[in-house]
T-cell receptor
Framework: AQSVSQHNHHVILSEAASLELGCNYSYGGTVNLFWYVQYPGQHLQLLLKYFSGDPLVKGIKGFEAEFIKSKFSFNLRKPSVQWSDTAEYFC???????????FGTGTRLKVLA | GAGVSQSPSNKVTEKGKDVELRCDPI?????LYWYRQSLGQGLEFLIY????????KSGLPSDRFSAERTGGSVSTLTIQRTQQEDSAVYLCASSGDVPPYEQYFGPGTRLTVT
């Protein structure tokens, strides 16, 4: 069955620290990949997406993610986090040509000021 | 333009009662999705509708759950004979028909079954 794993459930960092959140998926075909973020009290919103082309994608607020096909991974990175990055982050995979998404269980990030 | 809206924002109900949750998607979006978000469980896919195609109901956890989408727009998720384990936030999302079908989420309905 298709699945998405986010191994870090809770992450606590100090401001200016670097961030990397892991995301691995199990699906043998072509996929579209997404990271969504949910700030406290707000809707889920799209952070970045990979559809095709350059496997290094850049999103809003200085986030980026790299698709490594051989590792079935799509890790999220940010070189220097801010207190305002405190949120829950969800990785999602969608088999190409389909509307269906499979979400990971999320990672709660807390950034200490 | 207006985003996805959901109502009610909060619903408290007694075990055994039926509840209806409503979702208004973004105008023109052809796909509509329902998810359930429980603490520590991430987003659990429930059902999605795409245009006039038969809905994908593969995520509905039991026959107490059903959903419909009228006129290709508004959707209602119905939970019959609610149980305490149904307590969760129910999220609705919609997407257009251009790949990769980016989903836009509503604020959710927090359901509490007492």
């Amino acid at each position: 069955a298709q699945s998405v794993s986010q191994h870090n459930h809770h992450v606590i960092l100090s401001e200016a620290a670097s961030l990397e959140l892991g995301c691995n998926y199990s699906y043998g075909g072509t996929v579209n990949l997404f990271w969504y973020v949910q700030y406290p009290g707000q809707h889920l919103q799209l952070l970045l997406k990979y559809f095709s082309g350059d496997p290094l994608v850049k999103g809003i607020k200085g986030f980026e993610a790299e698709f490594i096909k051989s590792k079935f991974s799509f890790n999220l990175r940010k070189p220097s986090v801010q207190w305002s990055d405190t949120a829950e982050y969800f990785c999602a995979v969608s088999p190409s040509g389909t509307y269906k998404y499979i979400f990971g269980t999320g990672t709660r990030l807390k950034v200490l000021a | 333009g207006a985003g996805v809206s959901q109502s009610p924002s909060n619903k408290v109900t007694e075990k055994g009662k039926d509840v209806e949750l409503r979702c208004d998607p973004i105008s023109g979006h052809t796909a509509l999705y329902w998810y359930r978000q429980s603490l520590g469980q991430g987003l659990e896919f429930l059902i999605y509708f795409q245009g006039n195609s038969a809905p994908d109901k593969s995520g509905l956890p039991s026959d107490r759950f059903s959903a419909e989408r009228t006129g290709g727009s508004v959707s209602t998720l119905t939970i019959q004979r609610t149980q305490q384990e149904d307590s969760a936030v129910y999220l609705c999302a919609s997407s257009g028909d251009v790949p990769p079908y980016e989903q836009y989420f509503g604020p959710g309905t927090r359901l509490t079954v007492t």
